[in-house]
């Protein structure tokens, strides 16, 4: 394995760690003040972020063997990246909220949270 791909897999163990437990906190929370359902729905917001996390690591990953096989191709796939990520998030928001009909302010919070899990766990790993 090269150094640069033990890197992100050591990154994304950090980031999922990271968010797992946030998801977990803000879900005990929701749990112990406003109830079981609510805190299920902060739960699916949790694990939204989590999938995002680990299948946007994947494409990278993708991407960057890409890049390096046509490098013409390379800021293309890096691109395609960002927008199927927008395009999942979007996509699991809508299911959480119109389709399973989960309480709205808890899935936003333990999406929020866990993505803010996202942000300070890829950073930590920069200094």
Do not use: N
């Amino acid at each position: 394995m090269k150094f640069a791909d033990k890197k992100l897999q050591q990154s994304v163990i950090r980031v999922v760690f990271v968010q797992t437990l946030t998801t977990l906190l803000v879900a005990s929370g929701t749990l112990i003040f406003y109830g079981q359902w609510p805190a299920i729905a902060a739960i699916y917001g949790g694990l939204l972020a989590i999938i995002v996390a680990v299948l946007t690591a994947h494409w990278i990953f993708r991407a960057g063997e890409v890049a390096r096989a046509e490098p013409q191709r390379g800021v293309g796939a890096f691109l395609s990246v960002a927008g199927k990520r927008m395009l999942l998030t979007i996509a699991g928001l809508a299911l959480g909220l119109a389709g399973l009909k989960l309480a709205p302010l808890p899935l936003l919070v333990g999406f929020a949270l866990a993505y803010m899990g996202y942000l300070f766990a890829s950073r930590a790993g920069r200094y």
